[in-house]
């Protein structure tokens, strides 16, 4: 059993990573879905609300809410599969939930890419950008994110892949990751520092 946990900032490539796992047959849990969700049953819109609703559930059940929520989903992919990719953790407090629940089988990734990057991205993808309606700037999402505890979470990852090569790079890197090749992952991020 391996439950690896991602980690990053908006347009860091939490998307792409969980995307090449589900290529690869890996169950993914994203977390962002328990938060639109909630936003559904508050009959409130997610593309607009989602910031907020994350907020409220936090302050209504802790900061490991949404951790505590994705559990279950967690749990059920498990009873299928020996990996399951968890794609947005926003907090070191939800990575220290993942850790109790799945001990030594958890894996914090944290995704890093430079702001211009991650600012270029959000705008090629265009489903989150500011909108008249009340959507956040990427600093402003930024700001949030780190809010939560994700400075906390990224510093404190296992394993850091950098995303600013080509997306065929990116893709190997979780491929290698899936696969159980973390220490390659790492040699490479100390040759590059």
């Known amino acids: 059993m391996r439950v690896i946990g991602i980690v990053g900032l908006p347009g860091s490539g939490k998307s792409e990573a969980a995307a090449v796992a589900r290529e690869a047959g890996v169950p993914v849990v994203t977390m962002g879905d328990v938060i639109r969700r909630e936003c559904r049953d508050r009959d409130l819109d997610p593309a607009t609300h989602h910031g907020e609703v994350a907020s409220a559930l936090r302050e209504e059940g802790g900061k490991g809410a949404i951790a505590e929520r994705s559990l279950p989903i967690i749990e ?44 270029e991205r959000v705008d090629a993808r265009g489903r989150d950008t500011p909108t008249s309606e009340g959507g956040e700037s990427l600093e402003a999402r930024d700001e949030r ?33 899936l696969d159980g090749r973390m220490g390659a992952l790492n040699a490479d991020r100390e040759a590059e520092l």
């Open 145 to 177: 994110e780190r809010g939560f505890g994700m400075g906390d979470a990224i510093a404190d990852a296992d394993v850091t892949i950098d995303n600013t090569d080509s997306l065929d790079a990116f893709h190997e890197r979780i491929r290698a990751l």
């Open 76 to 119: 059920d992919a498990l009873e299928s599969a020996d990996t399951v990719l968890v794609d947005g953790i926003r907090s070191d407090i939800e990575a220290t939930r993942f850790e109790a629940a799945f001990g030594d089988a958890f894996t914090l990734v944290a995704i890093e890419a430079p702001f211009e990057t991650r600012a």
